[in-house]
């Protein structure tokens, strides 16, 4: 029997409108965020959900309340689908960042393997945390369908894994879009098929943001 994990990127907070490193500082949706979860709320509306997990950022709890709808199930927060920190640049812009740490932005964007930004997380730690996270909600949950709701850079790490693409290539693979529904599979010997990656087909284009992900350049932020 399949698991099916169903995972959906939270929606716009003004710090993603202002292109600022956002990580751990607990923001909430912004309304258009609020309205990209209604989005993803109506295109899973026919989905049986047995069991909801979130990040426990506002952010992402406030988009998994909005889809869960009428659903009786509680949420479950989980520590290990937080964002990544970002230490000392969050809160600031890329130019900022840059200003304060020449080459920095930079090295985010060309070699994302190897950034060590001060008081943060390394996209290797991420990575690690979110599998290990994926796989325990799985072990826990065999043959139901789950919700979760989490944020971009965790959500990307994660797909990446399932496709043995490297941190490296980040800023190459499809970017997750703000409440874009992430699909997998997972089969009783552990096998991931991957359904869909940052589908927002259902979100109106003026309801988008322009560019999930901006890397190496003054203007890019975390989100």
Not at 43 to 62: C, T
């Given at each position: 029997m399949k698991t099916k994990v169903i995972m959906v990127r939270h929606g716009e907070t003004e710090?993603?409108?202002?292109?600022r490193f956002l990580g751990s500082v607990d923001?909430?949706?912004?309304?258009?965020?609020?309205?990209?979860?209604?989005?993803?709320?109506?295109?899973?509306?026919?989905?049986?959900?047995?069991?909801?997990?979130?990040?426990?950022?506002?952010?992402?709890?406030?988009?998994?309340e909005i889809i869960r709808g009428n659903r009786p199930l509680p949420i479950l927060e989980d520590n290990g689908l937080r964002e990544i920190c970002c230490g000392k640049w969050e809160g600031l812009n890329?130019?900022?960042?840059?200003?304060?740490?020449?080459?920095?932005?930079?090295?985010?964007?060309?070699?994302?393997?190897?950034?060590?930004?001060?008081?943060?997380?390394?996209f290797q730690e991420v990575s690690d945390r979110i599998t290990e996270t994926f796989w325990r909600i799985?072990?826990?949950?065999?043959?139901?369908?789950?919700?979760?709701?989490?944020?971009?850079?965790c959500l990307t790490l994660l797909m990446m894994r399932f496709k043995r693409t490297?941190?490296?290539?980040?800023?190459?693979?499809?970017?997750?879009?703000?409440?874009?529904?992430?699909?997998?599979?997972?089969?009783?010997?552990?096998?991931v098929e991957i359904i869909s990656w940052s589908d927002d087909s259902y979100v109106p284009e003026a309801d988008?943001?322009?560019?999930?992900?901006?890397?190496?350049?003054?203007?890019?932020?975390?989100?």
């Open positions: 710090w993603n409108v202002s292109c923001i909430p949706l912004n309304e258009k965020g609020r309205r990209q979860a209604e989005y993803a709320k109506k295109a899973l509306k026919d989905e049986r959900i047995d069991v909801i997990y979130s990040s426990p950022m506002k952010r992402a709890l406030e988009t998994g890329g130019k900022e960042v840059e200003e304060r740490y020449p080459g920095q932005i930079a090295l985010w964007g060309n070699h994302p393997e190897k950034i060590k930004i001060e008081g943060g997380d390394t799985v072990d826990s949950n065999r043959g139901r369908t789950i919700l979760i709701t989490s944020h971009m850079i490297g941190i490296s290539e980040i800023w190459a693979v499809k970017p997750i879009g703000n409440a874009a529904l992430n699909i997998v599979e997972v089969s009783d010997d552990d096998k988008k943001k322009g560019s999930a992900l901006v890397a190496g350049r003054h203007d890019a932020g975390k989100e």
